[in-house]
C-alpha cells in the first residue's frame, strides 16, 4: 500500500491532440484492442463495457476521469462497491477490468503511469462449483425423454431440440455460448470429433458419443419434417438476430426441465452441466489435463476449481485398496 496522495499524472496526448481524450473513447478504444487482437466475444465485451463504464461513472461523480485518475480514486470506487454490497468475486472482476484497462493504456502511451499496479484485489476464497450428481443427470435424461407421441410437430420439435441440447452439452462440456451457435453440418456428419471454436477464436477438438449424435440426427430429421428453418446454418436455429438460439432460452428451457425431473430449478442451469461433465470424467479417471484441454481452458488453474473431486477420489483409493486402511 502507498502512503499518502500521490499528485495526479498528466496523460500524454495523443498525436494531433493537445486536451485529455475522453473517458468513453478510451474504454472503446481497449474494447477494439480486445476484439481485434484477442478474439473477445460480443458477451466478454459488453461485460468488460459495463464495468468499466460503471467506474467512469464513479470518477465522473468526483470530477475525475480515466485519463488522470489516480491509485486513490481507485480504492474509493472499491470501498463504493463495497458499500453496495458487491460480492467480493464481483469486486475482484471489476478491478481487473480496471488494471487491463490501465495496463492497455500505458503501453499504448495514453498514460504515463499505470495507477492500478498498486491495487490489491479483495481476498477471497474459490468457491467450488454446484455440481449435479450422475442420478440426477440421468433423471434429467429421463425427464427430457417423456413425449407424447400425438403432440403437434411444434412441441414434438421443441422437446426434441432440448434433449439434443443436454445431451450434446453432457457429452462434451460445451460453453453454452459454443453449444447453441453450432452449425447444422455437426449433425450432418459421422465424425468421432466434434470442431469447436471457443473464446478467443480458438479451435479444439471433442470427442463426440454415439448418444449426442443420435439426439442431433434425430432432432435435425425432425426438424426437416416440420419444414422449421430447413435451410438455416444453424443447427439450433431462432428468429431473433443472431440466427440461432440464445442462451437465456436454453437456460429457461433447462430450469423447467428440472422442475419436470423433481429437481430444483435454482440448482440447474447450462454450465452446471458443463461442470458435471468435468466432474464425473475426474471421478472416473480422467486427469486434469485431459480436462483442461475437454474444457477448453487456456489456464490450468481454471481447471483446478475441479481439485475438490480428485481429493475425494484419492481419499476414497486409499480407503478401499490400502492394506492397512480401517475397514
Known sequence: MLQGKRPRPTPAPQAGQGREVSDERLIDLYLDMLAAERGAARNTLDAYRRDLNDFA???RGRRHTVAVAASDDIRGYLHDLA??????????RRLSAIRQLYRFLYAEGHRTDDPAAVIEGPRRGRALPKVLSVREVDALFAAAQRHDGERPISERLRAARL??????????????????????SAAQRDERMLIVRGKGNKERLVPLNDAAKRAMRGYLALRQEAGAKAQSKWLFPSFGESGHLTRQHFARDLKALAGAAGLR??????????????SHLLQNGADLRSVQTLLGHADISTTQIYTHVLEERLKSLVRDLHPLADG
Open 57 to 59: 461513472g464513479y470518477l
Open 83 to 92: 458499500a453496495r454490497e458487491f460480492s467480493t468475486a464481483s469486486v475482484a
Open 265 to 278: 430449478p435454482s440448482q440447474v442451469s447450462p454450465h452446471v452441466l458443463r461442470h458435471a461433465f468435468a
Open 163 to 184: 434433449a439434443c441440447l443436454i445431451e450434446v452439452l453432457y457429452a462434451t462440456g460445451l460453453r453454452v455460448s459454443e453449444l447453441v451457435a453450432l452449425p447444422a
